[in-house]
């Protein structure tokens, strides 16, 4: 069974970069047909799509993000990341990296616990 | 403002049978993606319940159900148990392959 665990500074400052990365266990990032992605979920609010990204470098993201979204991949360490520039007081929020299993219509089947981060100087 | 529409809260008494509703349109759901549905109990991750609008991951009861129709989707939980109390998601994706999600569904057990 895939397990994920995020990591990355809790605390980030206004106008700077958040960057987290998610390591995976049980399994290998390079099976064919998961993706790997992140979500994120504001205290006390639903959750909200940020991006979806492949081993080979496919990436999709959440238009009203993209513009501040970079998704890279490490095979070699076996982890992906999450990069969100410019951030505001409105990016705090848990952060859950996931796979998504794409042999049908890519479902979320495994979440990492979700790390807080919180943007504020 | 999130892009599926679910009622934010729904209730019943143990062993009566509950629906959740999702609402989206012709540019995800009605598209011809398919719908899925988590379960997130206070203070954890979601957890994958239904999967391709009505198929179940290993270890999930058949209590738990989907369907899909036109532009919308439901869960229908039958039996309802103290533990099913949570927060219900549903998500699809939309024509730019984005994953979007409903607003979420507070389950409350009477």
């Known amino acids: 069974q895939v397990q994920l665990q995020e990591s990355g500074p809790g605390l980030v400052k206004p106008s700077q970069t958040l960057s987290l990365t998610c390591t995976v266990s049980?399994?290998?990032?390079?099976?064919?047909?998961?993706?790997w992605g992140w979500i994120r979920q504001p205290a006390g609010q639903g959750l909200e799509w940020i991006g979806r990204?492949?081993?080979?470098?496919?990436?999709n993201y959440n238009p009203s993000l993209k513009s501040r979204v970079t998704l890279s991949v490490d095979t070699s360490k076996n982890r992906f990341s999450l990069k969100l520039r410019s951030v505001t007081a409105s990016d705090t929020a848990v952060y859950y990296c996931?796979?998504?299993?794409?042999?049908?219509?890519?479902?979320?089947?495994?979440w990492g616990p979700g790390t807080l981060v919180t943007v504020s100087s | 403002q999130s892009v599926l529409t679910q009622p934010p809260s729904v209730s019943g008494a143990p062993g009566q049978r509950v629906t959740i509703s999702c609402t989206g349109s012709?540019?995800?759901?009605?598209?011809?993606?398919?719908v899925h549905w988590y379960q997130q109990l206070p203070g954890t991750a979601p957890k994958l319940l239904v999967y391709?609008?009505?198929n179940r991951p290993s270890g999930i009861p058949d209590r738990f159900s989907g369907s899909k129709s036109g532009t919308s989707a439901s869960l229908a939980i039958t039996g309802l148990q103290a533990e099913d109390e949570a927060y219900y998601y549903c998500?699809?994706?939309?024509?730019?392959?984005?994953?979007?999600f409903g607003g979420g569904t507070k389950l409350t057990v009477l």
């Open positions: 996931a796979s998504l299993d794409c042999g049908g219509d890519c479902p979320i089947d495994y």
């Open positions: 049980g399994g290998s990032i390079s099976s064919g047909r998961y993706y």
């Open positions: 990204i492949y081993t080979n470098g496919n990436t």
């Open positions: 012709s540019s995800n759901i009605g598209a011809g993606y398919d």
């Open positions: 391709g609008n009505n």
């Open positions: 998500q699809s994706y939309d024509s730019n392959l984005s994953g979007v």
